[in-house]
């Protein structure tokens, strides 16, 4: 069941459940105190009743209501001092009310709300929270819980400025939402043929131009390392190339503009390969084509919103798999660029497959950027864990537009060295480069963002960012599989947004 939500001046549908905002030492907004006085100041009276809610920040409390009233219950939502409250607070607290109203069991609320602001932010942190992964369950299909939340309806006086934020906010949104249901798809349903099919068919309906490279044509081409890591796998490797021309400046007879490029790794799923992972651990690594996702959802936003840009994403669908066809440590490769690369690890695939969509991005597209979004290291989870994505950028202006965006997003980014240490450590005796660095596992976020370096053209613009720790959430649950952010969508959406719209 989707959630509706919509913006209103006055409430147009019937609901079981009033959203009210209370500030510190309850004292109620003018619209909370609207509904209070409806109903008898009986939200009032409670209040004085009791003495554990008392407005703060994050504080919730459900009230059943009376039964003259048209709601079924009322549920109060702390603001603490308003004043100190910007979008991402909002969107904490939506989320936490999206927690509250499902065990509540709340079909149809009514959020009232103050600004624009708390309006669009309550509502995006909410719908953020609301998404769900159950495809796989037999009975997900409305059936018998029918208790989910259907609709949203949010009524403030900035009902047209609310709903206009929230069209960008909610673009956002699915472009996340899709971002996540790849990752979440069992590598047995999404490997990259399957992958590729899903991009054209999501993609395509909504302008998005998509070529699909299949392994003749990456042949042809000379995507020799992608393909590669790919040869162990019967599920043959593909690239998808997406183009999303938004300032319109490119139909024929104009000219054409620079676009911005963005780069994926699509390791539909990483055994390592022939140095194959230890068995505990590796059902996790279906999530190994966060970055190919992150920048699938990140064209769905683009295109939802009618972002006037002009961006070009490409990703590289592999899978990596241990067999007799399997690639070797010690092989070397000839990679699309020409240089040549010593396989130390198979199990250092993503670096190899990146190599060469970064090579061909930039021959094809001349992009005044690049950035690259992959699950490349687990030194970058030792590193900074969780919340932090690492970003290696090479340009100080490109890192504060990346930083700016990172602060409005919510989603954090954190430099990390670039350096030629790095990148010297990656060349090879008997090749151009190797694929991993002298110092082993030290560093290792630090040699693969260097190895990429050797990648990247005519001194381009480029942002390389780790998402190994970012793309999913943590669990306390050790042994369950975690379930994914969509994490990147938001930040360079909100990057493009702020300096490359025209
Ligand atoms: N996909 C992994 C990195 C990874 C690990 C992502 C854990 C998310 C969670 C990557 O392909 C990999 O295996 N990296 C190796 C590199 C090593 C062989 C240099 C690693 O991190 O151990
Ligand atoms: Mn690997
Ligand atoms: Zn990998």
Not at 11 to 25: C, E, N, R, Y
Not at 167 to 182: C, K, P, Q, V, Y
Request: one cysteine or more.
């Amino acid at each position: 069941m989707k959630l509706i939500i919509s913006f209103q001046k006055t409430p147009k549908t019937k609901a079981d459940t009033a959203v009210i905002g209370i500030s510190q030492k309850n004292i109620m907004s003018g619209a909370a105190e609207k509904i209070n006085e409806k109903n008898g100041e009986f939200i009032s009276h409670h209040l004085k009743k009791q003495n554990k809610f008392k407005g703060k920040k994050g504080q919730f409390l459900t009230i059943s209501a009376p039964k003259e009233s048209d709601y079924t219950r009322f549920i109060l939502v702390g603001y603490g001092d308003q004043d100190l409250l910007d979008q991402n607070s909002y969107e904490i607290l939506g989320g936490k009310l999206f927690s509250i109203l499902s065990v509540a069991g709340c079909e149809r609320a009514h959020f009232f709300a103050d600004n624009e602001i708390q309006a669009a932010h309550v509502t995006m942190g909410l719908k953020l929270r609301s998404y769900k992964f159950d495809k796989y369950k037999s009975r997900h299909l409305d059936d018998d819980t029918g208790s989910d939340l259907r609709s949203f309806e949010v009524v403030t006086e900035a009902h047209t400025k609310a709903r206009h934020s929230f069209e960008t906010l909610g673009s956002i949104a699915e472009g996340m939402f899709l971002a996540r249901d790849l990752v979440n798809e069992p590598p047995n349903e999404l490997y990259p043929d399957s992958f590729a099919k899903i991009i054209k068919e999501q993609l395509e309906p909504l302008g998005i131009e998509i070529d699909v490279f299949d392994e003749k044509k990456m042949l042809k081409l000379g995507f020799h390392a992608a393909l590669a890591v790919g040869m162990g796998s019967s599920r043959l490797p593909r690239i998808v190339v997406m183009r999303w021309n938004g300032t319109g400046k490119t139909a024929k007879g104009k000219k054409k503009t620079t676009p911005l490029a963005f780069v994926g790794k699509g390791v539909t799923f990483d055994t390592g390969g022939l140095n194959i992972k230890p068995s505990g651990g590796m059902e996790e690594m279906k999530l190994d084509m966060g970055g190919a996702a992150a920048v699938v959802g990140l064209m769905k936003s683009l295109a939802l919103r009618q972002s006037k840009s002009d961006v070009v994403g490409i990703v590289g669908l592999v899978e990596n798999m241990p067999s007799h066809n399997a690639y070797r440590p010690s092989d070397i490769i000839q990679s699309l660029s020409g240089k040549t690369i010593e396989v130390m690890n198979t199990d250092a695939e993503g670096r190899l497959v990146l190599a060469d969509c970064l090579t061909y991005i930039q021959r094809t597209y001349k992009p005044r950027l690049v950035i690259d979004l992959a699950t490349l290291t687990g030194a970058m989870m030792m590193a900074l864990g969780y919340d932090y994505c690492g970003t290696f950028v090479n340009k100080d202006d490109l890192w504060a537009q990346l930083e700016s965006a990172s602060k409005e997003s919510g989603e954090k980014l954190w430099r990390m060295p670039l350096d030629e240490v790095f990148k010297k450590d990656m060349v090879s005796k008997i090749a151009d480069v190797q694929s991993l660095g002298n110092m082993g596992r030290y560093a290792g976020a630090c040699t693969a963002a260097g190895f990429l370096e050797h990648f990247i053209e005519d001194d381009r613009p480029w942002a390389h960012l780790d998402i190994a720790g970012t793309a999913w959430i943590k669990s306390d649950k050790p042994t369950c599989v975690k379930p994914a952010t969509g994490f990147g969508v938001r930040v360079l959406d909100r990057f493009i947004a702020a300096h490359y719209e025209s």
